[in-house]
């Protein structure tokens, strides 16, 4: 829609010094009971009252999205390549919120990614200063953002969503957003031109306040005190003060020192700091408004103490469950769902909550299937799929490596390829055609892209000057080439391709064909033919080209015999997932299991044993420790070990085949997932030498059981079976 659309004659209004927060009030009459909507958009952030009473429940709105184009952008990497804009604006029902005659209209405005100065790693990537627009629609008339709207900075002197906020409260008016307000010293904001950009009603699941956490004291020193909550999470704590003029300090950081002060090396690497000063006055609590942090521990100065810990994330609600008698893979999914609601933010899932905050596609095209299977995620990667869309260059196919757009290094397949991934698999989990339709050009034209990225049917390079990763983040250097994982990873991305013009009766032979050629370049350049193995099984080589579709049966046991010895992972974040499900749907059930539960030095018991209650970026720790990548194979928690799985050609489980691994390791699993029909759930137990195991299915789904080469259908309800 247009901005005249949206909002009507509605004008955007500006601070007229640069601000990094700002207060916005304006007086309008009403009737009480008269039904009321507000359309606003406030950029970045936005908190509305309505005669002092907050509008709504939402957290950091509107969702984050690449706004509209930036003329000053200056990035560490290149960037030639023409994108798409979208503003989400919100609309809220407030007729309850009217009083009879004159009425106050406040709004505070934060910086969030829109007005984002103080972060460079990624180039100058702000979209410009901190404006508002609205329109509040009522049958006794229309109220827009105009020049009746009045503005002041109030307690805000810093408000950075990386680096926290500065609030003083010295002299400040509590009752800014209600008639009772002094409004001396107020100025008037200055008009300027909608930006040039689509815009839309945000649909999405938005932020919310999602539980509330208690703090415990870890160590007190001479000026502060450090606590900790009890597990790592995104929001933030919450301080009370019960003095007037006093400066209150807080710090946030995922882990401790030897010490006892925080270390700050995983969120910031001592360099960027998540914290808040707060001035008070004769109220006592205090927080942060536009900004989260990424905690487990975080410190206040001894004139202050923290009531509770928000949790704040988009509200997107788990719909599964799994526990079986190993202790690490029972850490392993209770880590990754902690992960993955700490980066679920704007309807973007993102890589860390705190140091970077950036929907990399990397990392969200690995772990879109397993947070789909685990979580009601329907319309959030609806949202996310559109932000991928409108970071390719409709002409070239390339594909940034954030979305939104905000920089940042990736590689092509591994990064890019999610515009493929991504949608493919949301068809899969939800049979939308209309999404695949909307989005297929768009993965032809990637495809047509990476054709151009090649050397002897080999890719060899992105854009000039930029990135061109393959794996990530092994636990020695990284030395499985580039080109061979990112050659690899397209032939799959162009069998999904394939598989998604059958579904929409278009012709894919020229797919077929480059599949065909893609192979044979690869297999000439990589494998070798008297050992039946590809880069000599190098991280997880032989895995990537067993899936592509290389290599043969001495290839898959030449992966059997390595990671039986091995004992443990030497592979990056897409040669983990890659291995552990070519191993799984080979037969190979028992080998996987135990890697995934193994308890050597590269394992993810190793995250338990120290303490962690969220996923590590590096197997080691040495970096961030809330990464949800690494938690992609969950999935295999419940397409294999609970053996839930689509059929072939399913979409939507409508056909579903359950097909446990009753791994040597275990001696009981059972969980749930819950389908567009509703949930079906398996329960598995060893016990005398037999196997019992019960499957409650919904209706609308048509399952058969499957063990040792035989089949039999299940009903729906409940089924009970002996092996």
């Given at each position: 829609?247009?901005?005249?659309?949206?909002?009507?004659?509605?004008?955007?209004?500006?601070?007229?010094?640069?601000?990094?927060?700002?207060?916005?009030?304006?007086?309008?009459?009403?009737?009480?009971?008269?039904?009321?909507?507000?359309?606003?958009?406030?950029?970045?952030?936005?908190?509305?009252?309505?005669?002092?009473?907050?509008?709504?429940?939402?957290?950091?709105?509107?969702?984050?999205?690449?706004?509209?184009?930036?003329?000053?952008?200056?990035?560490?990497?290149?960037?030639?390549?023409?994108?798409?804009?979208?503003?989400?604006?919100?609309?809220?029902?407030?007729?309850?919120?009217?009083?009879?005659?004159?009425?106050?209209?406040?709004?505070?405005?934060?910086?969030?990614?829109?007005?984002?100065?103080?972060?460079?790693?990624?180039?100058?990537?702000?979209?410009?200063?901190?404006?508002?627009?609205?329109?509040?629609?009522?049958?006794?008339?229309?109220?827009?953002?105009?020049?009746?709207?009045?503005?002041?900075?109030?307690?805000?002197?810093?408000?950075?969503?990386?680096?926290?906020?500065?609030?003083?409260?010295?002299?400040?008016?509590?009752?800014?957003?209600?008639?009772?307000?002094?409004?001396?010293?107020?100025?008037?904001?200055?008009?300027?031109?909608?930006?040039?950009?689509?815009?839309?009603?945000?649909?999405?699941?938005?932020?919310?306040?999602?539980?509330?956490?208690?703090?415990?004291?870890?160590?007190?020193?001479?000026?502060?005190?450090?606590?900790?909550?009890?597990?790592?999470?995104?929001?933030?704590?919450?301080?009370?003060?019960?003095?007037?003029?006093?400066?209150?300090?807080?710090?946030?950081?995922?882990?401790?020192?030897?010490?006892?002060?925080?270390?700050?090396?995983?969120?910031?690497?001592?360099?960027?700091?998540?914290?808040?000063?707060?001035?008070?006055?004769?109220?006592?609590?205090?927080?942060?408004?536009?900004?989260?942090?990424?905690?487990?521990?975080?410190?206040?100065?001894?004139?202050?103490?923290?009531?509770?810990?928000?949790?704040?994330?988009?509200?997107?609600?788990?719909?599964?469950?799994?526990?079986?008698?190993?202790?690490?893979?029972?850490?392993?999914?209770?880590?990754?769902?902690?992960?993955?609601?700490?980066?679920?933010?704007?309807?973007?899932?993102?890589?860390?909550?705190?140091?970077?905050?950036?929907?990399?596609?990397?990392?969200?095209?690995?772990?879109?299937?397993?947070?789909?299977?685990?979580?009601?995620?329907?319309?959030?990667?609806?949202?996310?799929?559109?932000?991928?869309?409108?970071?390719?260059?409709?002409?070239?196919?390339?594909?940034?490596?954030?979305?939104?757009?905000?920089?940042?290094?990736?590689?092509?397949?591994?990064?890019?390829?999610?515009?493929?991934?991504?949608?493919?698999?949301?068809?899969?989990?939800?049979?939308?055609?209309?999404?695949?339709?909307?989005?297929?050009?768009?993965?032809?034209?990637?495809?047509?892209?990476?054709?151009?990225?090649?050397?002897?049917?080999?890719?060899?390079?992105?854009?000039?000057?930029?990135?061109?990763?393959?794996?990530?983040?092994?636990?020695?250097?990284?030395?499985?080439?580039?080109?061979?994982?990112n050659t690899a990873m397209y032939i799959d991305q162009l069998g999904m391709l394939c598989d998604a013009a059958e579904v929409l009766g278009k012709d894919c032979t020229r797919y077929k064909q480059?599949?065909?050629?893609?192979?044979?370049?690869?297999?000439?350049?990589?494998?070798?033919?008297?050992?039946?193995?590809?880069?000599?099984?190098?991280?997880?080589?032989?895995?990537?080209?067993?899936?592509?579709?290389?290599?043969?049966?001495?290839?898959?046991?030449?992966?059997?015999?390595?990671?039986?010895?091995?004992?443990?992972?030497?592979?990056?974040?897409?040669?983990?997932?890659?291995?552990?499900?070519?191993?799984?749907?080979?037969?190979?059930?028992?080998?996987?299991?135990?890697?995934?539960?193994?308890?050597?030095?590269?394992?993810?018991?190793?995250?338990?044993?120290?303490?962690?209650?969220?996923?590590?970026?590096?197997?080691?720790?040495?970096?961030?420790?809330?990464?949800?990548?690494?938690?992609?194979?969950?999935?295999?928690?419940?397409?294999?070990?609970?053996?839930?799985?689509?059929?072939?050609?399913?979409?939507?489980?409508?056909?579903?085949?359950?097909?446990?691994?009753?791994?040597?390791?275990?001696?009981?699993?059972?969980?749930?997932?819950?389908?567009?029909?509703?949930?079906?759930?398996?329960?598995?137990?060893?016990?005398?030498?037999?196997?019992?195991?019960?499957?409650?299915?919904?209706?609308?789904?048509?399952?058969?059981?499957?063990?040792?080469?035989?089949?039999?259908?299940?009903?729906?309800?409940?089924?009970?079976?002996?092996?």
């Amino acid at each position: 829609m247009t901005h005249k659309e949206i909002f009507g004659d509605a004008r955007w209004l500006s601070p007229e010094q640069e601000a990094d927060a700002a207060l916005f009030r304006a007086v309008f009459t009403a009737k009480q009971g008269e039904k009321a909507t507000l359309t606003i958009c406030g950029l970045g952030y936005f908190i509305a009252y309505i005669n002092g009473q907050r509008v709504g429940t939402d957290e950091f709105v509107p969702p984050n999205s690449d706004y509209h184009d930036r003329p000053n952008m200056t990035l560490v990497y290149p960037l030639n390549d023409e994108r798409n804009f979208r503003i989400y604006c919100m609309r809220y029902d407030v007729t309850n919120l009217l009083a009879e005659g004159e009425n106050v209209l406040g709004v505070m405005v934060g910086g969030g990614f829109y007005h984002q100065n103080d972060r460079r790693a990624e180039g100058n990537v702000s979209y410009g200063d901190i404006k508002l627009c609205y329109s509040l629609q009522k049958p006794s008339g229309t109220v827009c953002s105009d020049g009746s709207v009045l503005y002041q900075n109030g307690f805000f002197k810093k408000a950075n969503l990386y680096f926290g906020e500065t609030q003083d409260y010295t002299d400040f008016d509590r009752k800014w957003n209600t008639l009772s307000a002094r409004t001396d010293g107020w100025q008037r904001p200055k008009n300027i031109s909608a930006p040039k950009t689509e815009y839309y009603i945000a649909d999405c699941p938005t932020d919310k306040v999602q539980a509330i956490l208690k703090p415990t004291v870890v160590k007190r020193f001479d000026d502060y005190t450090v606590y900790a909550v009890e597990k790592n999470c995104a929001g933030y704590p919450v301080i009370r003060c019960d003095r007037a003029g006093e400066t209150v300090t807080l710090e946030c950081a995922e882990e401790l020192a030897e010490d006892g002060n925080l270390d700050n090396t995983s969120v910031g690497y001592g360099e960027q700091r998540q914290t808040a000063t707060f001035v008070t006055d004769s109220e006592r609590e205090y927080h942060p408004f536009f900004c989260w942090y990424g905690l487990r521990y975080f410190s206040v100065t001894n004139n202050a103490e923290p009531t509770e810990v928000r949790v704040i994330h988009a509200d997107v609600p788990l719909t599964a469950d799994f526990v079986c008698s190993d202790d690490t893979l029972n850490w392993y999914q209770r880590a990754f769902i902690n992960s993955q609601q700490g980066n679920m933010h704007g309807c973007i899932p993102s890589d860390c909550p705190h140091r970077e905050r950036l929907g990399y596609t990397g990392d969200g095209q690995l772990a879109c299937d397993a947070v789909m299977t685990q979580f009601d995620a329907k319309r959030f990667y609806r949202k996310w799929i559109a932000d991928i869309r409108d970071c390719q260059d409709p002409n070239t196919g390339h594909v940034q490596h954030t979305a939104p757009f905000a920089g940042g290094g990736g590689g092509p397949a591994g990064w890019g390829g999610a515009i493929i991934t991504v949608p493919w698999i949301y068809y899969k989990h939800y049979g939308d055609k209309a999404m695949l339709s909307w989005m297929y050009p768009r993965m032809e034209k990637f495809a047509e892209y990476m054709q151009s990225r090649c050397a002897d049917g080999i890719i060899v390079r992105e854009e000039k000057d930029g990135w061109c990763l393959g794996d990530w983040c092994t636990p020695q250097k990284i030395a499985i080439p580039e080109p061979f994982v990112n050659t690899a990873m397209y032939i799959d991305q162009l069998g999904m391709l394939c598989d998604a013009a059958e579904v929409l009766g278009k012709d894919c032979t020229r797919y077929k064909q480059w599949i065909a050629a893609h192979r044979e370049a690869l297999a000439e350049k990589y494998f070798g033919a008297e050992t039946n193995s590809c880069l000599d099984g190098l991280q997880g080589a032989d895995a990537f080209a067993l899936s592509c579709g290389i290599g043969n049966e001495a290839t898959l046991d030449n992966l059997v015999k390595k990671y039986t010895q091995l004992g443990e992972f030497d592979t990056g974040i897409f040669g983990t997932y890659i291995l552990l499900n070519e191993l799984y749907k080979s037969g190979h059930g028992n080998l996987a299991t135990a890697l995934l539960a193994n308890k050597n030095t590269v394992s993810f018991e190793t995250m338990r044993r120290a303490g962690a209650t969220t996923l590590w970026e590096d197997w080691d720790g040495r970096s961030s420790h809330n990464h949800p990548m690494f938690g992609a194979s969950t999935l295999y928690l419940y397409t294999y070990i609970l053996g839930i799985r689509q059929q072939d050609g399913s979409t939507g489980f409508d056909r579903v085949v359950i097909e446990p691994c009753f791994a040597d390791c275990l001696t009981f699993a059972k969980g749930h997932i819950t389908t567009p029909h509703g949930k079906i759930s398996v329960d598995w137990k060893k016990e005398n030498g037999k196997i019992f195991v019960s499957v409650d299915l919904c209706d609308g789904v048509y399952a058969t059981f499957r063990h040792g080469g035989s089949e039999k259908m299940l009903c729906i309800g409940h089924n009970e079976l002996t092996i």
